[in-house]
């Protein structure tokens, strides 16, 4: 047998390392990718080249929401403990996000009422948890850095949250270009909140905050 090589070594090691990113993470960029995509494709289909289903964009913006709800206790209004009336909350949502899907037509009036409150509502209550919890905004404004970089990225998703809210509801306000603009805004938004966290996760692990609050 020929002894291995250091960069055989490295590059087992590496194969085998473990990616070091959250599911919120995760979850965050399938929110941006799939608002970036929705408004990159609406341009073409406000020109009509291709085919639109309101309903299934709506429904499947719910079985993420739904994913989002089960797999963290994250609801559009702020973080809840992951109980059973949580995780019915979360399976009934992602149930009328997959009929808005495969049956579009039946559910049209329920599913855009329910996004649009979900987004306007929640950026509203998300963004007045942000600067009156004592645990946000007042905090993290008072450290240089990454902690200030996350406030103005959730500050970017809960505004865009709010005013794609009430383009759902009030979907004449505003015309499909600009909608497509504002869709692509909320994606990049998502990318700059998904970056912050994980930089953030990094900056300060979960782990050593608990050892610093349990020793004070």
């Not at 919120?24 to 990718?33: A, M």
């Amino acid at each position: 047998m020929t002894p291995e090589s250091p960069r055989n070594r490295r590059a087992d090691s590496t194969a085998g390392k473990e990616l070091d990113i959250s599911l919120e993470v995760v979850i965050l960029l399938v929110f941006g990718v799939f608002m970036l995509i929705f408004g990159l494709l609406l341009f073409r289909i406000h020109t009509g080249e291709l085919p639109y289903s309101p309903d299934s964009t709506y429904g499947l913006f719910l079985v993420i929401v739904a994913f989002q709800i089960i797999t963290m206790g994250k609801t559009p209004f702020g973080d809840l403990r992951r109980s059973w009336p949580i995780i019915i909350i979360g399976i009934s949502t992602a149930v009328i996000g997959m009929l808005a899907c495969f049956v579009p037509g039946p559910v049209s009036a329920l599913v855009r009422s329910l996004v649009g409150v979900l987004l306007f509502a929640g950026g509203i209550a998300l963004l007045l948890q942000l600067f009156f919890s004592a645990e946000k905004a007042r905090i993290w404004l008072k450290v240089p850095g990454i902690l200030r970089q996350l406030t103005l990225a959730c500050i970017l998703v809960y505004v865009m949250s709010i005013i794609l809210g009430m383009v759902t509801l009030l979907p004449g306000i505003t015309t499909d270009r600009e909608t497509a603009v504002l869709l692509i805004v909320y994606g990049i938004s998502f990318f700059y909140l998904s970056w912050c966290i994980q930089k953030v996760s990094r900056v300060y692990p979960p782990s050593e905050t608990k050892a610093q609050v349990g020793s004070q």
